[in-house]
Structures are given as C-alpha cells and as structure tokens.
C-alpha cells in the first residue's frame, strides 16, 4: 500500500500566488495537493511541479544545462551525480519543449529601448545533413538579439523580412545597419528602411563598425548546436532557436554588459529573471473575447431554470416488468422454427456411401 505524506496543520501557501486561502483537495501520487480560492489553480505542497514527478529545481537545472551547452546525456548523467535521478531522454526532451514554448510566449511581446546603431548577419545551421541559413540582427549597444530568420536560401525578400522584425520588436528604425558584403541586404535593407538608414557594408576586423559582436553570438550558437550533433527539422531548428533567443536576451548575463542582461541593459521591466522563475510562473487563465455584438446577446440571455421534480424508483413495479419480458422471450423462442436441419438417417448416409 502506497504511503501518504503528511503535511503540517497550519495553512499553506498557494505557489502562484501565494494566497493562505487554500484547502485540502486530495492526493496525488501519495503526495498532498491544496486548492487555492484566490486563483482556482491546484499545487503540491512539495517542491514538485503538478502531474510531474521531478522537483522543479531539477527542471530547472536541467533547462539551464541544455541551453547553456550540455547534451541530453550529459544533463541526465549530472541529474544522477546530484540528485539521484535519472530520467529518460525523453523526459528530459518533453521538459525542453514544454516550457521552451512557454517562455517564448511570455517574452514574445516585449519591447525594448535599443540603440540607432544595429548589426546584421548570417550563418548556415545543419538540419538533417542539410544546410540552412540563420539571419540575425543585434543593437549594439544593449547585445539585445532584436530578430532571426531561418531560411533555406539568402535572397533580399529575407533580408527584408529581417528589417522588418526588426523594427516591430524595437518600434523604431535604426539610423545605420552595418552588415557583411553579402548582397542581399543591399536592396533588403533600402526596401524595409529606405533611404533614411545608412547600410555599412563591413568585416568583423575592420577597425570601425564591424561585426564582431554578432559573429560572436553566432560562434556561441554554433557551438552548442554542434552538440546536438545536428537539428532534425525545420520545426525542430525554429524552436529551439526561439529558446536560445530568450536565454540570451533575458536569463544569460553578459560579462560585456557588467554582469546584467540583454534585457536589463535596454530596460525591459520583466520579472522572470531565471529558468527556475520560467518552471514556477504562473499559467494565465484561459479568457474568451467576445466581439459587442456578442455581449449584448449574452446580456440579454436568461437563465435556464429547471423544474425540481422528485423521482422515485418503484422496485415491484420494475420487477413485474421483466417477469413479462422473459415470458415474452420465451414464448417467441417457442414459436420460431428450427433452423437446423434433422440428422441424416442410415439409409440416406448409405446412399451417399
């Protein structure tokens, strides 16, 4: 018989927001769970995530690891060392997916204050054994990655595309973008910008305006998709590229920044400072948007009350009832005719002999 974990009397607080408005609400998997009447949310009262059996810490650890550089096995091999936990790669890999597509939806719609002065490049990715190409544009300023583009070639409708991300994100545009001599950008960058931004075609050695600080992000990028030993698909590659793009923004410091974030350097106010807040923020709950039209039918819709009617079961009246369904049965089956056919006698089975 599975073991219960008893938890103390006094009230426990709620983990998303930490309300003492909680109750009692069951177990799961032997471990007490506590319903909050502030938020409607259900929690554990251990430090593991709802319907997951690894303590969020580790989730965390984990996140971290991955996007820092480790492989998958290297990640399960350290969750053993340290906790004596060793989940399958499979695990481990539902983890990355799950809450990569919940922290790029919660950074998605941030803006920050960037420079006037933005570099530009690209750089080919492997996916399946085939190469890709990966755009990118950064302030220079902040560090902040404003934009990516994954493509499989390099025509100026991308760079163009890249631009135009770009200024949605900064909701400016820059006074000069400096870029290599690929020619793309030339028309790319006049198409998205006009004639009012100045296009610096330059080197990563040259001794003004160059590239260097995006050809270091793309050899740190590089260098842990070389781990991985390749990306799978084009899905595989966007989403991956979609988390990196966060934890380089808003979770990684840069010692070129004094310690402080992409993010925290071009003002961003955002409170999600590390994988383990990512692993613990709180789900929104689910709104429906209704046009005006549609609330003033809700408005003026009544409620549907229902007439409370006491009903009863009669056990004689039932029984009688299927007394005369079986006599009913058995009469029919009297009446039917036999369907299969009588014995053969012995003078019809030497006849066919």
Same mark, same amino acid.
């Given at each position: 018989?599975?073991?219960?974990?008893?938890?103390?009397?006094?009230?426990?607080?709620?983990?998303?927001?930490?309300?003492?408005?909680?109750?009692?609400?069951?177990?799961?998997?032997?471990?007490?769970?506590?319903?909050?009447?502030?938020? $409607?949310?259900?929690?554990?009262?251990?430090?593991?995530?709802?319907?997951? $059996?690894?303590?969020?810490?580790?989730?965390?650890? #984990?996140?971290?690891?991955?996007?820092?550089?480790?492989?998958?096995?290297?990640?399960?091999?350290?969750?053993?060392?340290?906790?004596?936990?060793?989940?399958?790669?499979?695990?481990?890999?539902?983890?990355?997916?799950?809450?990569? !597509?919940?922290?790029? %939806?919660?950074?998605?719609?941030?803006? &920050?204050?960037?420079?006037?002065?933005?570099?530009?490049?690209?750089?080919?990715?492997?996916?399946?054994?085939?190469?890709?190409?990966?755009?990118? /544009?950064?302030?220079? %300023?902040?560090?902040?990655?404003?934009?990516?583009?994954?493509?499989?070639?390099?025509?100026?409708?991308?760079?163009?595309?890249?631009?135009?991300? #770009?200024? %949605?994100?900064?909701?400016?545009?820059?006074?000069?973008?400096?870029?290599? $001599?690929?020619?793309?950008?030339?028309?790319?960058?006049?198409?998205?910008?006009?004639?009012?931004?100045?296009?610096?075609?330059?080197?990563?050695?040259?001794?003004?305006?160059?590239?260097?600080?995006?050809?270091?992000?793309?050899?740190?990028?590089?260098?842990?998709?070389?781990?991985?030993?390749?990306?799978?698909?084009? !899905?595989?590659? +966007?989403?991956?590229?979609?988390?990196?793009?966060?934890?380089?923004?808003?979770?990684? &410091?840069?010692?070129?920044?004094?310690?402080?974030?992409?993010?925290?350097?071009? =003002?961003?106010?955002?409170?999600?400072?590390?994988?383990?807040?990512?692993?613990?923020?709180?789900?929104?709950?689910?709104?429906?948007?209704?046009?005006?039209?549609?609330?003033? +039918?809700?408005?003026?819709? $009544?409620?549907?009350?229902?007439?409370?009617?006491?009903?009863?079961?009669?056990?004689? =009246?039932?029984? %009688?009832?299927?007394?005369?369904?079986?006599?009913?049965?058995?009469? +029919?089956?009297?009446?039917?005719?036999?369907?299969?056919?009588?014995?053969?006698?012995?003078?019809? /089975?030497?006849?066919?002999?």
């Amino acid at each position: 018989m599975q073991e219960t974990i008893k938890q103390p009397s006094e009230s426990v607080v709620c983990k998303f927001c930490q309300s003492t408005n909680t109750r009692k609400y069951g177990f799961v998997e032997g471990v007490q769970t506590y319903f909050c009447n502030s938020c $409607k949310r259900k929690f554990k009262a251990d430090d593991r995530l709802f319907r997951m $059996k690894t303590p969020a810490n580790q989730v965390s650890s #984990a996140l971290s690891m991955y996007y820092e550089g480790m492989s998958i096995n290297a990640i399960r091999r350290h969750l053993l060392q340290e906790y004596q936990n060793f989940p399958s790669s499979k695990t481990v890999y539902e983890w990355i997916q799950k809450y990569t !597509d919940e922290v790029s %939806k919660r950074f998605r719609d941030y803006h &920050p204050q960037v420079g006037n002065v933005w570099i530009a490049d690209e750089t080919v990715l492997d996916i399946d054994g085939k190469n890709i190409w990966m755009y990118d /544009i950064i302030d220079e %300023k902040t560090r902040f990655l404003l934009a990516t583009r994954i493509t499989t070639a390099r025509t100026t409708r991308d760079a163009q595309s890249l631009m135009e991300q #770009a200024e %949605k994100r900064a909701g400016k545009r820059p006074s000069m973008v400096v870029t290599d $001599k690929q020619n793309s950008y030339l028309d790319g960058i006049e198409l998205a910008y006009g004639m009012d931004t100045e296009h610096v075609q330059s080197s990563p050695f040259a001794p003004t305006d160059d590239t260097q600080r995006i050809e270091r992000f793309h050899g740190t990028l590089k260098a842990r998709t070389k781990v991985m030993r390749g990306l799978k698909s084009i !899905d595989t590659a +966007i989403q991956f590229v979609d988390g990196y793009l966060v934890h380089y923004n808003f979770l990684r &410091p840069h010692e070129a920044l004094s310690g402080r974030t992409p993010a925290e350097e071009s =003002k961003v106010d955002y409170t999600i400072k590390t994988w383990a807040d990512v692993t613990r923020m709180a789900h929104p709950q689910i709104q429906v948007l209704t046009t005006p039209a549609k609330v003033d +039918i809700l408005s003026e819709r $009544k409620p549907l009350i229902r007439p409370i009617t006491n009903r009863t079961y009669d056990t004689e =009246k039932k029984h %009688k009832q299927r007394i005369i369904h079986r006599r009913a049965t058995v009469r +029919i089956s009297r009446k039917t005719p036999r369907i299969t056919p009588p014995a053969p006698s012995l003078t019809q /089975i030497r006849k066919i002999r």
